[in-house]
Structures are given as structure tokens and as C-alpha cells.
């Protein structure tokens, strides 16, 4: 068997997409949206975003982000509108049916959360968030 060092990155694997899988479900059975959606959701929440910065924010190439968000604007979570100085680009905001969208999510995602606590521990769920949120910020070529 692999030393734990040599596996580490196939155990994340592992655990993301598990994580994902259930996470997935529970979104869609509260309120039709995937995990990936959830995370466009909460970032244009922030405000007034470009599908390119978007893009970046979520990590994601634009061509991914674009069919994202036209499947957001179909099912009236996000609005398009024209960008004030970029005449090619656009701005999205969240609808008031994408606010419903993440209230109906944030007691499934609070569950999800506390049930990562109860598998973690408290300093393991503290010392996990702060190495996966390392990982998700490094530049990797």
C-alpha cells in the first residue's frame, strides 16, 4: 500500500467527489441547483460580476461558465445586462427567484456543514477548511 503522502491527492479526489455527489443531491431536492450552480450563485451574489470574472473566480474556463449562466438566466436565478463601458461583455445579478434559490439551499448546506464538523471534529474541520482553502488559492502549472 502507498505511503498516506503518495495517496493524498487521490483521497482528496475521492472525498470531493463523494462530497460533491451528496451535496449535489441535496441542493437539487431543495432547490433545483447543482453544487457548481450554487457556487456561480453565491459569487454573483456579491455583486455585479462579468462571465469572465466570474470565470475566474470560479476557476472555471469561460466557454463552461457561459452555458452555466445561460442555464441560470433560463430558470430566472440570473439576469444579463449590458456592461456600462465594455460593449461585449455583461453583468449579472442575482433575481429575486436566485435569493429564494439560496434560501431555500442555506439549511441543507448548514447540515452539510455541521455533519463535516461531526465526521471532522472541530479543530479537524478548522485545520481541514484552512488547508483546502490553501489548496484552492495556489497557483498550479
Known amino acids: 500500500m502507498p505511503e498516506p503522502d503518495q495517496r ?24 433545483g441547483i447543482t453544487t457548481s450552480q450554487l457556487g456561480a450563485l453565491f459569487a454573483v451574489q ?12 470560479l476557476g472555471q ?12 438566466a433560463d430558470a430566472g436565478l440570473v439576469a444579463r445586462s449590458a ?6 461583455a455583461v453583468v449579472l445579478e442575482l433575481t429575486a427567484a436566485g435569493e ?12 452539510f456543514n455541521a455533519r463535516l464538523h ?12 484552512d488547508g483546502v482553502g490553501k489548496l484552492a488559492a495556489a497557483h498550479w502549472s
Not at 456579491?46 to 473566480?57: D, K
Not at 429564494?100 to 447540515?111: K, S
Request: some cysteine; aromatic content about 4%; proline content about 3%.
Open 118 to 129: 461531526q465526521v471532522l471534529g472541530e479543530e479537524g474541520f478548522r485545520r481541514t477548511a
Open 61 to 72: 474556463r469561460e466557454s463552461a461558465v457561459t452555458a452555466m449562466v445561460a442555464r441560470l
Open 8 to 31: 493524498l491527492f487521490f483521497l482528496l479526489q475521492q472525498a470531493a467527489h463523494r462530497l460533491r455527489v451528496a451535496a449535489d443531491r441535496r441542493c437539487l431536492a431543495a432547490a
Open 46 to 57: 456579491e455583486g455585479g460580476l462579468t462571465q469572465r470574472e466570474l470565470a475566474a473566480r
Open 83 to 88: 456592461h456600462p463601458s465594455e460593449h461585449r
Open 100 to 111: 429564494t434559490a439560496l434560501a431555500r439551499v442555506a439549511p441543507e448546506i448548514e447540515e
